[in-house]
């Protein structure tokens, strides 16, 4: 120590003080000193002389060193004082070192003295330097604690041999929404508070910290107080205490939870976006619904992360909702839901009712407004729902329903990404819609829903490969609607369509297998009956009850449309080995049923040949017109009041150079066929009426001349003029008569009855030929401008002994008696039915009773009586 020590004495002797000096100088210590021996002198050395060291005798005359310890305590505790004095009883020493002194050295044993002053003053310093530390520590101390008390994060402490929360921050209350106190006092509250789902991972990650890892950074949920789950982010560190034994665990918590949601909605938007670029791929990939709306749900799961996923669809007929797709662990639990819907759709489920309705975007929780009890589900799910309607052309088609895990809400973002999707797959939808029609159109007819042409074809191919493996016959029916083109014009198209759709409808009833019938186009269809035995058993049963199905008549606002069919059948494997030539060869026996005018033809092989015979007959009429081989024959009407010959109904003969005379069955179909019917009606008008004005020049009494009139003929534009045209060779007296066939003149309802009206207006009557076998209602052909109903030959053969025939001519004969028209009956063979029809008022007959038709030479022998 370079500078002086300076020393204070306290002492009434100054030889004492004295040797004390030189006792410590002796140690080569430099001393300064003053001596006081009364208090203020004392007082007063304190404060000017700043000694380092106060040296105090016991007992002085003027001065007390205990009062002087006591001061000094007072007024410079830092300041060391020894008691050097010559008697100091054990217990002053004791009392003395208790009120503060640092040590005391007998006057007798002053070698002491240099030591125990080092000691003092370097103990002193010590505590003067402890002061400051302590001082600097309180500072930091309140320091700390008042960052600790403004922290939003709370600071804990763990004690591992008390084994509880020594200490936590007050931020507990906001983030446990606990007092510290609580979780000092409830060892375990730590613990119940971390949310179930997380608790076994939290004690884990606590037990690795205390088994080696010393430390842990953990998020996890809690729940506060009131109830509500929070994140938060715990960090911990193991605190070992100076043996190096771990002592406590002192950590700090902060609440995540908006930094979780932040992150979990973007990795939800980035699960969305991957969502909808894989659903968007799925689109562009599966063309079939099902399977798409499948895989869109698969999609949501596994990469969507949703829960649930499911696709409803709506049947537009019915309204009835069907779960076309449901994906997810909780799948399956929907059907109830649906079921109750389709019970009731107006009351039913509150948020597919409203999903359905609304067309918008619908969210919340489904299953809880319906209660676990009422799903017999057991557990309530109270995840959050939201549907997106599928919306094609303003229709709501479906929705597309989207469970989301964990209580998560959907955000508003999320929803638009949503939305989008769900608009790409309306769009894919109405694509696959487009498709599907398009696929429809290829394969069903649209207006009844039958299997077409192609389809047809294709299901007849399979259905004989089966035949022909189980070596059984098939038998395939083509028919057409008779009619089908005069209900279009007389009733509308829309009459045509329902009968079409109605007859469709009875044909598919008659199999249960749909794929059995088909449309063809037109007023064609087709049947196949399987496994037949033979030609015989398929007329037998066509001719049953269920397969005349078109027979009960058809409505249609009111009006009752009766219909004929016509058919032809094929057989396999006779008439063909494949689809494509059985259904060749059945429509041929169509066509030949249709000119032989038969309800229904079986084909037969020589119909081929016919084929080609038949155009080497129609070369022959073309020359055959050419060459005027065309010849009227005719047949007489008898009128049955008077016995007299009052009509002859002209019949056209071909008489072929090396056939000689044809009938008009075998060439009249042909004639229409190559259109050249309209010329050689033509030529049958002219003629009739010129043979007759003939007749009438040669002054016989020849009475009315009908001629027969083709469809084609009166749908002919120049028909009106033919007529004009014939009449011009007529003469006064026109008495010309058309015969229309019943069935031809439904065939052309208006344009027909305009013109006929036309015809009559220039004195020419009209007579329906063949009635009763058209299905036309006599008060609808009340309406026509017809003077003649001709009963069919059918209803006369064979009328005296069925009572049923004889009911039919009984009620035409009355009715058209009624409707102020002739009857004519064709085809009278015997004497018979002559005299029946007399008696039920026939006006005329006509048939080989009176007469075959004639040759004109023989006609004119005939009305001149000569035969007769
Ligand atoms: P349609 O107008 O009903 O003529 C009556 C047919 O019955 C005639 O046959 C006639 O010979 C036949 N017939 C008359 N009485 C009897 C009888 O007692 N028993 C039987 N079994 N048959 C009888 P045809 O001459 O062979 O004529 C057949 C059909 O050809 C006619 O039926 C008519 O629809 C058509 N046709 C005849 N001439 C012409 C014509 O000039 N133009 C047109 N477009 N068609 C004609
Ligand atoms: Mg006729
Ligand atoms: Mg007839």
Redesign the pocket.
């Known amino acids: 120590m370079s500078e002086a020590l300076r020393v204070l004495f306290v002492e009434d002797v100054q030889v004492d003080a004295d040797l004390e000096i030189r006792e410590l100088r002796r140690t080569g210590m430099k001393v300064d000193y003053r001596r006081v021996e009364t208090e203020p002198a004392f007082l007063e050395a304190i404060g000017d002389f700043k000694p380092d060291i106060i040296l105090s005798d016991f007992s002085m005359p003027a001065f007390d060193g205990m009062a002087a310890l006591g001061i000094a305590q007072a007024n410079c505790p830092h300041i060391p004082f020894l008691f050097v004095s010559g008697t100091l009883g054990e217990e002053y020493a004791i009392r003395a070192l208790q009120k503060g002194a640092s040590d005391y050295v007998l006057k007798t044993n002053l070698i002491r003295l240099p030591a125990a002053v080092t000691r003092a003053i370097a103990e002193a310093k010590d505590k003067v330097d402890r002061r400051a530390v302590q001082g600097e520590l309180e500072r930091a101390r309140q320091q700390l604690s008042s960052i600790v008390e403004a922290l939003d994060d709370a600071v804990w402490s763990w004690a591992i041999d008390e084994q509880r929360l020594t200490y936590i921050g007050p931020a507990s209350r906001v983030i446990f929404g606990r007092d510290p106190e609580e979780f000092c006092t409830q060892p375990d509250l730590w613990r119940q508070v971390i949310a179930d789902d997380d608790k076994k991972a939290v004690v884990e990650t606590w037990r690795d910290l205390l088994a080696g890892t010393g430390s842990f950074d953990l998020e996890y949920r809690i729940v506060k107080a009131d109830g509500e789950i929070r994140w938060i982010n715990n960090r911990a560190r193991l605190i070992a205490a100076k043996d190096g034994a771990p002592a406590r665990v002192d950590g700090i918590i902060r609440d995540v939870s908006d930094r979780m949601a932040a992150r979990q909605r973007i990795s939800r938007l980035t699960r969305i976006r991957a969502l909808s670029s894989a659903v968007n791929s799925a689109i562009v990939r599966l063309r079939e619904r099902k399977l798409l709306l499948e895989r869109i749900c698969e999609i949501a799961i596994d990469v969507g992360k949703f829960d649930v996923a499911r696709v409803l669809t709506i049947d537009k007929a019915s309204g009835r909702v069907e779960l076309v797709a449901e994906t997810g662990a909780r799948s399956g639990k929907f059907a109830g839901i649906v079921a109750r819907y389709n019970a009731n759709p107006e009351g039913g489920d509150r948020l597919l009712s409203r999903a359905l309705k609304s067309g918008q975007t619908v969210i919340g929780d489904t299953l809880d407004t319906n209660g676990p009890a009422a799903d017999g589900l057991g557990e309530p799910l109270r995840s959050t729902t939201a549907s997106f309607p599928l919306v094609i052309k303003e229709n709501i088609v479906g929705t597309l329903m989207l469970n989301a895990a964990d209580n998560q809400v959907f955000d508003q973002e999320e929803i638009r990404l949503l939305e989008e999707l769900t608009a790409n797959i309306s769009f894919a939808l109405e694509l696959i819609g487009h498709q599907e029609r398009i696929d429809y159109l290829a394969y069903y007819d649209v207006l009844t829903g039958l299997s077409n042409r192609t389809l047809f074809n294709d299901r007849l191919s399979q259905a004989l490969t089966v035949s022909n493996r189980e070596g059984t016959m098939l038998a395939l029916v083509v028919f057409n609607v008779v009619q089908l083109r005069s209900i279009n014009e007389s009733f509308g198209e829309l009459a045509g369509d329902a009968v079409l759709r109605e007859l469709s409808a009875r044909l598919k009833a008659l199999s249960n297998d749909p794929a059995s019938v088909a449309r063809l186009g037109g007023d064609r269809f087709a049947l196949m009956i399987p496994a037949v035995k033979g030609l015989k058993e398929v007329a037998q049963q066509l001719a049953e009850e269920r397969f005349r199905f078109y027979e009960t008549p058809f409505n249609f606002e009111d009006r009752e449309i009766s219909l004929m069919v016509r058919g032809g059948v094929a057989l396999f494997p006779n008439d063909g080995s494949d689809a494509d030539s059985l259904l060749h060869n059945a429509e041929s026996a169509l066509d030949q049923a249709r000119k032989a005018g038969e309800t229904l033809l079986f084909y037969s092989a020589d119909a081929n040949t016919r084929v080609a015979e038949r155009r080497k007959v129609e070369n022959r009429l073309q020359m055959a017109v050419e060459n005027q081989e065309f010849e009227l024959h005719y047949?007489p009407k008898l009128d049955l009041h008077h016995r007299k010959f009052v009509g002859l109904?002209?019949?056209?003969r071909w008489r072929d150079p090396d056939v000689g005379l044809v009938?008009?069955?075998d060439f009249?179909y042909l004639l229409e066929d190559t259109g050249l019917?309209l010329e050689v009606?033509r030529w049958?008008l002219k003629e009739a009426v010129t043979v007759r004005r003939a007749w009438k020049e040669a002054g016989i009494d020849a009475p009315r001349v009908a001629?027969?009139?083709?469809a084609l003929q009166l749908r002919d534009r120049r028909f009106i003029r033919d007529v004009e045209d014939a009449l011009a060779f007529s003469g006064e007296d026109i008495g010309l008569d058309l015969?229309i066939?019943e069935s031809m003149l439904m065939e052309n309802i208006h344009e027909g009855v305009t013109k006929l009206r036309a015809v009559r207006d220039m004195d020419v009557h009209i007579a329906i030929?063949?009635f009763g076998t058209g299905y036309s209602s006599l008060s609808y052909i009340s309406t026509l401008p017809v003077n003649t109903l001709k009963i069919d030959?059918s209803f006369i053969s064979g009328m005296t002994e069925d009572p049923a025939k004889t009911s039919i001519v009984t009620t035409i004969i009355s009715l058209g008696h009624a409707l102020r028209m002739e009857i004519v009956a064709?085809?009278?063979?015997t004497d018979a039915q002559s005299q029946l029809l007399r008696l039920l008022h026939c006006d005329q007959i006509?048939?080989?009773?009176i007469s075959r038709?004639l040759s004109r030479e023989a006609t004119t022998m005939l009305l001149r009586g000569d035969k007769k």
């Open positions: 047949q109904e002209a019949l056209l009938p008009p069955s009249i019917i009606g049958a001629v027969n009139v083709s015969e066939t030929d063949d030959r064709e085809g009278v063979e006509q048939g080989y009773l038709p």
